[in-house]
C-alpha cells in the first residue's frame, strides 16, 4: 500500500510564508514527476508546480518568483516553500507523484489546508 503523507499546512497572514512537505512510504513505483496541485473552494484543482527527476521545474504564474519546489529522491519527499503568501493562495493543497509508468497510475497526498488571512 502507498501512503502519501503531508505536513505543513496551516493559518498565515498575507505576506506570510509556510513550507509544506509530502513524503511517500510503501511500495512505491519510481517516480518520475513530483509536484503540488491546489483547489480552492468552488474551483478546479490545478497545478502549482512539478519537478522532475533532473530538477527542472515548472510554476503556475500566480506563484512565481514566490513558491519553490524540490526533492529529496533518497526520502521519496517534495517540499513546497511558499513566501509572500496572498489570501488568493488560499486552497487544499495536493502533492502528487507520477512513476514512470504514468499515467497508468499515479500517487496523490490526502490534502492539507493552506488559509491566508489579510
Known amino acids: 500500500q502507498v501512503q502519501l503523507v503531508e505536513s505543513g499546512g496551516g493559518l498565515v497572514q498575507a505576506g506570510g510564508s509556510l513550507r509544506l512537505s509530502c513524503a511517500a512510504s510503501?511500495?512505491?513505483?519510481?517516480?518520475?514527476?513530483m509536484g503540488w496541485y491546489r483547489q480552492a473552494p468552488g474551483k478546479q484543482r490545478e497545478l502549482v508546480a512539478d519537478?522532475?527527476?533532473?530538477?527542472?521545474?515548472d510554476y503556475a504564474d500566480s506563484v512565481k518568483g514566490r513558491f519553490t519546489i524540490s526533492r529529496d529522491n533518497a526520502k521519496i519527499t517534495v517540499y513546497l516553500q511558499m513566501n509572500s503568501l496572498k489570501p488568493e493562495d488560499t486552497a487544499v493543497y495536493y502533492c502528487?507523484?507520477?512513476?514512470?509508468?504514468?499515467?497508468?497510475?499515479?500517487?496523490w497526498g490526502q490534502g492539507a489546508q493552506v488559509t491566508v488571512s489579510s
Open positions: 519537478i522532475d527527476g533532473d530538477g527542472i521545474t
Open positions: 510503501g511500495d512505491i513505483a519510481r517516480i518520475n514527476i
Open positions: 502528487n507523484m507520477k512513476p514512470f509508468v504514468y499515467p497508468t497510475y499515479e500517487y
